[in-house]
């Protein structure tokens, strides 16, 4: 949690300060501020993109702090949507190929966050028996 919270944080101050470096790592061609159209709205979406990121990082680290196992739970169905969502956004031509690797994060987060509390839910029933 807390690795996957400081990462998401660094993402979003990354797309924040330097967003074309942001736009090139998903897979897009940045464009000079002045060769944008009028009405090209990319920097705003990576604005508030990038700040969600930023505190849904920020929650996760606190979350891992506090040792908060709902949240955990509660992130594995909702990364698991992620997953399908990006990965669907891949494969219908919605979305650059750079995307699956999103996709492919959240998917492989919410297997191991999945396989971690169930190890520790058993493991804490054996020391309990």
Same mark, same amino acid.
């Given at each position: 949690?807390?690795?996957?919270?400081?990462?998401?944080?660094?993402?979003?101050?990354?797309?924040l300060v330097a967003p074309d470096i942001m736009l !090139?790592?998903?897979? *897009?061609?940045?464009?000079?501020?002045?060769? /944008? $159209?009028?009405?090209?709205?990319?920097? @705003?979406?990576?604005?508030?993109?990038?700040?969600?990121?930023?505190?849904?990082?920020?929650?996760?680290?606190?979350?891992?702090?506090?040792?908060?196992?709902?949240?955990?739970?509660?992130?594995?169905?909702?990364?698991?949507? !992620?997953?399908?969502? *990006?990965?669907?956004?891949?494969?219908?031509? /919605? $979305?650059?190929?750079?995307?699956?690797? @999103?996709g492919v994060w959240e998917g492989l987060g919410a297997?191991?966050?999945?396989?971690?509390?169930?190890?520790?839910?058993?493991?804490?029933?054996?020391?309990?028996?």
């Amino acid at each position: 949690m807390a690795v996957f919270g400081l990462l998401a944080a660094a993402m979003g101050v990354v797309g924040l300060v330097a967003p074309d470096i942001m736009l !090139t790592a998903m897979g *897009f061609e940045p464009i000079p501020g002045a060769s /944008r $159209a009028e009405g090209d709205h990319t920097l @705003v979406f990576l604005t508030a993109s990038s700040m969600a990121a930023l505190n849904m990082g920020v929650y996760y680290v606190l979350a891992a702090l506090a040792d908060w196992k709902p949240f955990f739970r509660w992130t594995v169905p909702f990364r698991l949507l !992620t997953c399908a969502v *990006f990965t669907l956004a891949v494969i219908s031509g /919605r $979305a650059p190929a750079g995307f699956l690797g @999103v996709g492919v994060w959240e998917g492989l987060g919410a297997l191991a966050t999945g396989a971690a509390l169930r190890y520790e839910n058993r493991a804490g029933k054996v020391a309990e028996a």
